[in-house]
């Protein structure tokens, strides 16, 4: 463990610099995250479950009565996915998805760690039902001095009889805050402008913005960020909202928000700086570039399917607000949300003359076969 907190002290001393560009010759900046090449580490080779945590998960098997499949956080030694292939983690309820999820989290706190702090620091953020096949996912997110917790959450899935079928994401227990904020967000920006190669850009304050944290079918909740000018150098508004950012047992105030590049490809690249320090704590790619192109359902997607696929996917038809990508549709395909493809092919309604899949039956959609259009042909 110790090695593990020198390893992070050494991490927090640099932050890699881009070239500067020139017209025509800049060279995309890479990926950065202080945690590791890929963020947060999996497994366990820097930290064990506690003998605490293994009672309990042992516990959950016994009571389940089906074997339970594991994968860990690296920094935390939670579980990052909690499943098994021979059943459910809970039998049947009839309690709303949101009571079921409170209660396993309550009752098997010690399978992660949480201190009864931790479990009322815990937000519902998302919340959305697949029509087909009954089941409700749960997003709940950390919270810490009243700052959402960066990508720190709990994802439940509830199924139609009110089984849960398994628990995921990353989680941070019994974390502590180690800074203070110190920078102003303009200097977070210039910051993070200047690992990118961009000197010399001076924020230029919009005022405020309201920004929506809570999605699926939950009633809208919004935060307050502060708005900043592109100033013609970035190709959108810059929104900074503050957040802490998890490195294990620790976690950082930040400021988060996006810059977008015509130097380098239009790519948007969210970043994360410290709050004291001002060192850049992630920096990370927004965009996907494929080859290829075309129109219609040819066209290449511009996100990047894991940025497609979260929850906050499943908002309802004609609601998306500001930019729309090509790869992230405003509503799913198919009956009710989710299901086989109903349209494609030809303009102007693209509906297939002989279609390689029928447009989904209420009897068909409401047994379940149905599955989600992919997000990046949509």
Do not use: C
């Amino acid at each position: 463990m110790l090695a593990l907190l020198a390893s992070t002290a050494a991490l927090l001393t640099s932050t890699p610099r881009s070239s500067a560009f020139t017209p025509g010759e800049a060279v995309r900046p890479s990926e950065y995250d202080v945690r590791g090449v890929h963020g947060v580490p999996k497994g366990t080779f820097l930290r064990q479950p506690t003998a605490p945590q293994a009672k309990a998960l042992d516990a959950l098997q016994t009571q389940a009565g089906v074997p339970l499949q594991v994968e860990y956080n690296g920094l935390t030694a939670t579980p990052r996915h909690l499943f098994s292939h021979a059943g459910y983690l809970t039998g049947p309820s009839g309690d709303a998805p949101e009571t079921v999820a409170r209660g396993f989290l309550s009752k098997w706190a010690g399978v992660f760690r949480f201190s009864e702090e931790d479990l009322q620091s815990l937000r519902l953020r998302t919340r959305a039902t697949l029509p087909d096949l009954g089941t409700t996912i749960l997003v709940y997110e950390q919270t810490a001095k009243n700052l959402r917790v960066y990508r720190g959450e709990v994802l439940i899935n509830v199924n139609r009889a009110g089984q849960i079928i398994s628990v995921g994401s990353e989680s941070f227990p019994q974390m502590t805050i180690s800074n203070t904020e110190s920078i102003s967000p303009e200097q977070a920006i210039i910051a993070a402008a200047t690992s990118l190669g961009v000197d010399d850009f001076t924020p230029q304050s919009m005022g405020t913005r309201q920004v929506l944290k809570s999605f699926g079918d939950l009633p809208h909740e919004f935060e307050e960020g502060l708005e900043y000018s592109g100033g013609g150098v970035f190709g959108d508004d810059i929104t900074v909202t503050r957040t802490v950012f998890p490195l294990g047992n620790e976690g950082r105030i930040a400021y988060k928000f996006n810059l977008t590049t015509p130097q380098y490809e239009g790519a948007m690249w969210e970043n994360i700086v410290d709050a004291q320090t001002g060192q850049v704590l992630r920096r990370l790619s927004l965009t996907a570039f494929q080859a290829g192109g075309g129109v219609g359902v040819g066209r290449r997607s511009t996100f990047r399917p894991d940025v497609q696929d979260m929850v906050e996917g499943f908002n309802p038809g004609g609601t998306a607000r500001g930019k729309v990508f090509d790869a992230l549709p405003t509503t799913l395909s198919g009956r009710l949300g989710t299901g086989r493809a109903t349209r494609t092919g030809t303009e102007p309604n693209f509906i297939y003359t002989q279609p390689i899949y029928a447009a989904e039956n209420v009897t068909v959609a409401n047994s379940g076969r149905g599955f989600k259009y992919s997000q990046v042909l949509a």
